[in-house]
């Protein structure tokens, strides 16, 4: 299943994107105004945020949190419809039915989730551009999770920003006058607040050009890794559970 989500999904998200990529190397502002174009790279970006090895794992833990929560209406009905001579519990049934029932789960939930036509809208809404870094300015690093997300989508002060060559830093903002906001800083500083960010998000590896970087990577590598998006999603969904039974504890069990 992974590999046919990868071959019938995932390939044709990174193509789209190639093409949008080249606009946005070759004249960034257009992109504003083509809305296929912006619409593959939004495609592409929640695709970063939630196809890590991470978000797929937290997707098989909210099936867990689910069942766990959900267990004893769902051993009830299955108690009910058993076939007759059927010795196996529901634990026993799915384990020697459908022992990976959990990350196929997982997997097939995962390209509706990726095309979330609420997110994508609120990344085609966002302005968006390239900078072009100067000749003096230190190369931009990339990484395994190389994309940054301040605060929440759709917010006033939300903006993303995601190295695409080592001379050039793709950033969505709310507005042109938070683009102008963003270019008035020091290229040097930016740059270097960026490259920082990237190493300290990554989970096992960052990329250069060269090894000039080396010892800053060693210096900042993982340091402050931020939770996935599904293992955000996984801690919220725990959060309203929790509040829901604090405020109402004889409730019925049942999905967030």
């Not at 590896?205 to 996935?228: C, E, T, W």
Request: glycine share 4%; proline share 6%; net charge negative.
């Amino acid at each position: 299943m992974a590999q046919r989500i990868e071959d019938d999904f995932m390939s044709s998200v990174d193509n789209h994107a190639a093409e949008a990529l080249k606009l946005l190397e070759t004249d960034a502002p257009k992109i504003n105004g083509d809305q296929k174009h912006k619409s593959a790279w939004s495609l592409f970006l929640l695709s970063l945020l939630m196809r890590t090895p991470e978000d797929v794992a937290a997707l098989v833990g909210i099936w867990d949190d689910d069942w766990e929560r959900d267990l004893p209406v769902l051993r009830e009905q299955y108690e009910k419809k058993k076939k007759p001579g059927e010795t196996r519990s529901l634990e026993e049934f799915i384990a020697q039915e459908d022992p990976d029932v959990k990350a196929k789960w997982a997997m097939s939930e995962l390209p509706d989730l990726i095309d979330h036509q609420g997110i994508g809208q609120l990344l085609n809404n966002m302005h968006w551009f390239v900078i072009t870094t100067k000749a003096d300015v230190p190369r931009l690093l990339t990484s395994d999770r190389p994309l940054f997300v301040s605060g929440k989508l759709g917010a006033p002060d939300c903006y993303l920003t995601l190295p695409i060559a080592p001379d050039r830093l793709f950033v969505a903002v709310p507005s042109q006058d938070a683009e102008a906001a963003f270019r008035a800083q020091p290229q040097q500083e930016l740059i270097e607040a960026t490259n920082v960010r990237t190493a300290e998000h990554a989970v096992k590896y960052v990329y250069g050009n060269d090894n000039a970087m080396l010892k800053f990577v060693d210096k900042y590598i993982s340091s402050a890794r931020q939770p996935s998006y599904f293992e955000n999603v996984r801690k919220l969904r725990k959060e309203r559970h929790a509040s829901r039974t604090a405020d109402n504890p004889k409730s019925p069990t049942g999905s967030l």
